[in-house]
């Protein structure tokens, strides 16, 4: 069982990214799927997550996503995705895909999420 997170990168304010989280050994699509980052000196914090296809698949975005990242799934590829616009400087982090079966309660904290892929870095120049 084996989640890889790729797709990061340099880019300039107001540039765009897709993140891509890959699964293999497991279906992901069974799965709630989140995204998380983590910037040097603070702490990791939930970005969005995209509920499994048995709970509807539902999406969700933290405030400082909403409108610029969407998340969304292939399940033929069995991989989700995580589509970044209008990127600033403050988006700079290691992003991190985890997947589990979060509930509503869950979807920002780890306690939600049994594996975790190993982080792609995201660097936004101002």
């Known amino acids: 069982v084996q989640l890889q997170a790729s797709g990061g990168g340099l880019v300039e304010a107001g540039g765009s990214l897709r993140l891509s989280c890959a699964a293999s050994?497991?279906?992901?699509?069974?799965?709630?799927i989140g995204w998380f980052r983590q910037a040097p000196g603070k702490e990791r914090e939930g970005v969005s997550c995209?509920?499994?296809?048995?709970?509807?698949?539902?999406?969700y975005y933290a405030d400082s996503a909403k409108g610029r990242f969407t998340i969304s799934r292939d399940n033929a590829k069995n991989t989700v995705y995580l589509h970044m616009n209008s990127l600033e400087p403050e988006d700079t982090a290691v992003y991190f895909c985890a997947a589990g079966s979060p509930i509503l309660s869950t979807i920002w904290s780890a306690s939600g999420y049994r594996y975790w892929g190993q982080g792609t870095q995201v660097t936004v120049s101002s």
């Open positions: 050994g497991f279906t992901l699509a069974d799965y709630g």
């Open positions: 995209i509920r499994s296809r048995s709970s509807g698949g539902r999406t």
